[in-house]
C-alpha cells in the first residue's frame, strides 16, 4: 500500500470514524444549552471547539490539499453562539467529513511530497493530515472531559471490550 494510501487510511480511521463517533457521543448526552457551557473565558465550550475543528478541517484539507477557497474566520470560532442549536453543529460537521472524503478520493499520490502553506506554515500534504489527526484528537480529548464535567457520566466508549486483557 502505498504511503498515500496509508496516510489517508489511519486519517479516515483515526478521525472520520473514531474521533466523529466520540463527539457525537458526546453530542448525544448533552443538550442545547449546555454545548456552549464554558468553565471559564479560557477554556472554549463544546460548541465553540467543534466550530474551531470544522474550521480547521477546511482550512488545511479543503482548502490546503482540496484548492478551495479558504474563508476561514477563525476569531469567529471561539465567539459564543448560543443561537447555533446541536443539531446544526452535526450537520456542519457531516458536511465538512462529506467533503474531506470527496478531497482525500481525488488527493494525486504528489500532493503528499509538495509543500503546502497554510496559516503561514509551510508543510508536505502528509505533515497536513499529521497536524488535522493530532488537532482532533486533542480537541476530542476536550470535548470529552467537559462532556463528563456537565453530565457527570461517563461516555462508554470502551464499555463493550475489556482493556485489562492482554
Not at 10 to 15: H, L
Request: aromatic fraction near 10%; proline fraction near 2%.
Amino acid at each position: 500500500m502505498s504511503t498515500k494510501n496509508l496516510a489517508i487510511s489511519e486519517f479516515e480511521k483515526r478521525v472520520l470514524d473514531e474521533s466523529y463517533s466520540k463527539i457525537f457521543k458526546c453530542l448525544s448526552m448533552l443538550d442545547d444549552t449546555s454545548i456552549w457551557f464554558s468553565p471559564n473565558k479560557n477554556i472554549p465550550s463544546i460548541g465553540n471547539i467543534i466550530l474551531h475543528l470544522s474550521g480547521n478541517c477546511r482550512q488545511w484539507i479543503l482548502s490546503g490539499l482540496g484548492g478551495q477557497v479558504d474563508n476561514r474566520n477563525r476569531d469567529e470560532e471561539f465567539k459564543p453562539h448560543a443561537n447555533i442549536r446541536k443539531s446544526d453543529l452535526i450537520f456542519l460537521m457531516e458536511n465538512v467529513k462529506t467533503n474531506i472524503r470527496y478531497v482525500l478520493k481525488d488527493l494525486e499520490e504528489s500532493q503528499m511530497e509538495k509543500i503546502h502553506t497554510i496559516q503561514g506554515f509551510k508543510l508536505t500534504g502528509f505533515s497536513v493530515l499529521m497536524h488535522v489527526m493530532e488537532h482532533f484528537s486533542y480537541h476530542t480529548g476536550q470535548i470529552t472531559t467537559l462532556t463528563k464535567i456537565i453530565t457527570n457520566k461517563s461516555t462508554g466508549y470502551y464499555d463493550q471490550f475489556d482493556l485489562s486483557n492482554n
